[in-house]
């Protein structure tokens, strides 16, 4: 396993796939890789539960600068963990994430007769959709049932709902989590 000092990477290449560099070394144990990126809102309680499993993660702002440009904190963090514990580490984050997923779903599903459409965005969904306005929200209630993820896409300001992001195989579908609202439904 090789490793690239520039971005605290491990990988079995040549060549590191984040910044392209040739320099790399082999990799040690003690040290730290780049094991996940997060929402910062997530970070601190991902460190929290990886410490209880015994590993010590840290977490590094990261972002694209314009958010520095502007004196706001970066939106994300990345998690580094010694190598001894990263593939640990990637595995519990992975059953973290589909325990997480499975719950969004199952949200999804139970408050699936909830679902509805603001008149003015019906209107404009039936004619993207090519659909009878009687006929959008049961297809959209299959379309959901049949959703292979769900992701939350954050917080609305000012709520406590969030935006869950229901992927399909055609569209993407977004609708407020509270209310049970269609926000968007666009292509993929």
Same mark, same amino acid.
């Given at each position: ?6 971005? $605290?990477? &491990?990988?079995?290449? +040549?060549?590191?796939p984040l ?37 010590? &993660? ?11 440009q502007l ?17 640990? +580490? ?12 499975? $719950?969004?779903?199952? $949200? #999804?599903?139970?408050?699936?007769? &909830? ?6 965005? &019906?209107?404009?969904l039936t %004619?993207?959709? %090519? ?7 049961? @297809? #959209?209630?299959?379309? #959901? ?12 300001? @000012? $709520? ?10 055609? @569209?993407?579908? +977004?609708?407020?989590?509270? +209310? ?9």
């Amino acid at each position: 396993m090789n490793y690239c000092e520039n971005c $605290s990477y &491990a990988t079995e290449d +040549t060549r590191c796939p984040l910044c392209g560099s040739k320099k790399l070394r082999p990799v040690k144990e003690n040290d730290y890789c780049l094991a996940a990126e997060c929402e910062k809102s997530y970070t601190d309680r991902r460190k929290e539960d990886l410490a209880r499993c015994g590993i010590q &993660a840290i977490g590094v702002p990261y972002g694209d600068g314009f958010r520095s440009q502007l004196a706001l904190s970066l939106e994300n963090e990345r998690l580094y963990v010694p190598y001894a514990q990263l593939y640990e +580490t990637q595995e519990i984050l992975r059953a973290w994430e589909k325990e997480a997923d499975e $719950s969004l779903l199952r $949200s #999804l599903k139970e408050h699936m007769n &909830a679902l509805h459409v603001a008149p003015k965005r &019906a209107k404009k969904l039936t %004619r993207k959709l %090519r659909l009878p306005e009687k006929e959008l929200i049961p @297809y #959209l209630q299959k379309a #959901l049932a049949s959703a292979d993820k769900v992701y939350d896409g954050g917080a609305l300001p @000012y $709520s406590t709902a969030h935006l869950y992001l229901c992927r399909l195989p055609k @569209y993407v579908i +977004t609708l407020n989590s509270e +209310t049970m609202e269609i926000v968007a439904v666009d292509k993929r």
